[in-house]
T-cell receptor
């Protein structure tokens, strides 16, 4: 009865390194959403994926950020050449379909040194 | 662009009180609205989901209402308990697009 699983829970990277955040949706869920929560700000949508497809990436920064949801395995949010401003909590949510309740993971807290 | 506002930003009440949290949104063309709670260092727990055609939803001591035309939703918590202390987030999904727009939340403290 696992919920949405995100790992790692905490990730520390130095400026210029790459960060990979993983998200395994709830069983039976094929829709995944990534959100970012900056300090003292609300959650902001980044990207919406279904298996092997990016449906909506309107919230993704134009550079350095990418996401995938392969046929097998978890969804991955990848941040290349991280900068201090990337420090945030990154949350993944999953659902059974559009318009259905989104269930959230506990997030990955990314800290950039 | 949808803007979601939650008032107050913080609220402190004694145990046992009934309370209301407010959420307002600027564009009434919404598909649904969802209330979440977030505990420190944790993810979001879904509390209630209201479809645009619904007026309210209830779960235990929680009741959420939706007035789409005025762009408002309220979350009513009855007989508050210290375990209710958390940040409560309101999120709106527009008719078009796939994302939720979140408010910045109301931080609730229930004092024993």
């Amino acid at each position: 009865n696992a919920g949405v699983m995100q790992n790692p829970r905490h990730l520390v990277r130095r400026r210029g390194q790459e960060a990979r955040l993983r998200c395994s949706p709830m069983k039976g869920h094929s829709h995944v959403y990534w959100y970012r929560q900056l300090p003292e700000e609300g959650l902001k949508f980044m990207v919406y994926l279904q298996k092997e497809n990016i449906i909506d990436e309107s919230g993704m920064p134009k550079e350095r950020f990418s996401a995938e949801f392969p046929k097998e395995g978890p969804s991955i949010l990848r941040i290349q050449q991280v900068v201090r401003g990337d420090s945030a909590a990154y949350f993944c949510a999953s659902s059974t379909g559009q318009g259905q309740p989104q269930h959230f993971g506990d997030g990955t807290r990314l800290s950039i040194l | 662009k949808q803007e979601v506002t939650q008032i107050p930003a913080a609220l402190s009440v004694p145990e046992g009180e009934n309370l209301v949290l407010n959420c307002s949104f600027t564009d009434s063309a919404i598909y649904n609205l969802q209330w979440f709670r977030q505990d420190p260092g944790k993810g979001l727990t879904s509390l209630l989901l209201i479809q645009s055609s619904q007026r309210e939803q209830t779960s235990g001591r929680l009741n959420a209402s939706l007035d789409k035309s005025s762009g408002r939703s309220t979350l009513y918590i009855a007989a508050s308990q210290p375990g209710d202390s958390a940040t409560y987030l309101c999120a709106v999904r527009p008719n078009t697009g796939n994302q939720f727009y979140f408010g910045t939340g109301t931080s609730l403290t229930v004092i024993p």
